[in-house]
């Protein structure tokens, strides 16, 4: 098998950092922010990402919030059910969880002094060009009077035809929409891994990757969802859309306290790197 790390990963972090982002999406997987046993949120850890971004908009840089959870946290009154949630059931879950997710956000940012304002997304929002120009403004206009934009889709109205499915994908059209320039994935994977970690102990971290090649989408295709929400093919996704953007990206585990700091300390991640852009050469997938 083709040793991942070696052809792609360029050993360096240094250009894995926060610090250089003007305006960046944070997207926080649904295995973060809700406690699987309970489907309770986890306001302690909630509180220290929002200390997180209250640090980072402090010093100057901007900062979108794409947030899952609505269903997880609604699921709660299905549980009886013991199967998969049908659409419509999903869509009542969404209905009830998404507002007790914006409450816990909007409960954090007031404890710490700062505004938010919520953005539920369909994905016509996206596709069509006069509500995407809308959706613009209006993030234009809450960062400039210093609120951040928490995101979701609209969960509650999305149908099986008809929706994103996954907020990887959501995350990094934002991205472009918002014209930000640093995509930050917190899931509950360290980021790309050669093979299947669960599987193979040998199995490495790849640190940074310049260029997404067919050999990486087969790796992601067999890599089990169980991993995260959207699994890992869903994230190759998210970081083709930012890369062809001319953006960054960065994959990280957040299930810890203060998760956006312990990126900027150099916790293990995968970091994506628009080849073409820092090096000068095209990408050759
Ligand atoms: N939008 C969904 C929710 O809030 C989550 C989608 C995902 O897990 O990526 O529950």
């Not at 909007?106 to 509500?131: A, M, P």
């Not at 087969?218 to 890369?243: D, E, F, N, Q």
């Not at 990280?252 to 150099?266: C, M, R, V």
Request: with cysteine; hydrophobic share 40%.
């Amino acid at each position: 098998m083709t040793d991942l790390a070696e052809l792609f990963d360029h050993g360096s972090n240094e250009r894995g950092s926060l610090l250089s982002a003007r305006r960046m999406i944070v997207k926080i997987g649904s295995s973060l922010i809700v406690d699987a046993e309970t489907g309770e949120i986890r306001g302690p850890w909630l509180e220290t990402l929002i200390e997180d971004v209250v640090r980072i908009v402090a010093r100057g840089q901007q900062v979108i919030i794409v947030t899952s959870g609505a269903v997880a946290v609604g699921s709660c009154h299905f549980n009886q059910l013991n199967r998969p949630l049908r659409i419509e059931e999903k869509q009542t879950a969404a209905a009830i969880g998404q507002v007790r997710l914006l409450l816990a956000y909007q409960n954090s940012f007031e404890r710490q002094g700062l505004g938010l304002g919520q953005i539920l997304l369909t994905r016509q929002d996206i596709d069509n060009q006069h509500r995407r120009h809308t959706v613009r403004s209006t993030l234009q206009r809450l960062l400039e009077i210093g609120a951040v934009p928490v995101i979701n889709e609209n969960d509650a109205t999305a149908t099986a035809e008809n929706c994103f499915g996954d907020n990887d994908q959501l995350a990094a059209q934002v991205l472009q929409m918002a014209n930000a320039d640093l995509l930050i994935l917190l899931s509950n994977v360290d980021g790309l891994f050669t093979e299947d970690p669960h599987l193979n102990p040998l199995a490495r971290l790849v640190t940074e990757v310049g260029c997404i090649s067919p050999e990486m989408e087969a790796m992601a295709a067999h890599s089990p969802a169980r991993h995260s929400s959207g699994g890992m093919v869903t994230k190759l996704i998210a970081a083709r859309i930012a890369m062809d953007a001319g953006c960054r990206m960065v994959i990280a585990k957040g299930n810890k306290p203060y998760p956006l700091t312990a990126i900027e300390n150099g916790e293990l991640s995968t970091w994506f790197v628009p080849f073409a852009n820092d090096m000068g050469h095209p990408c050759l997938t």
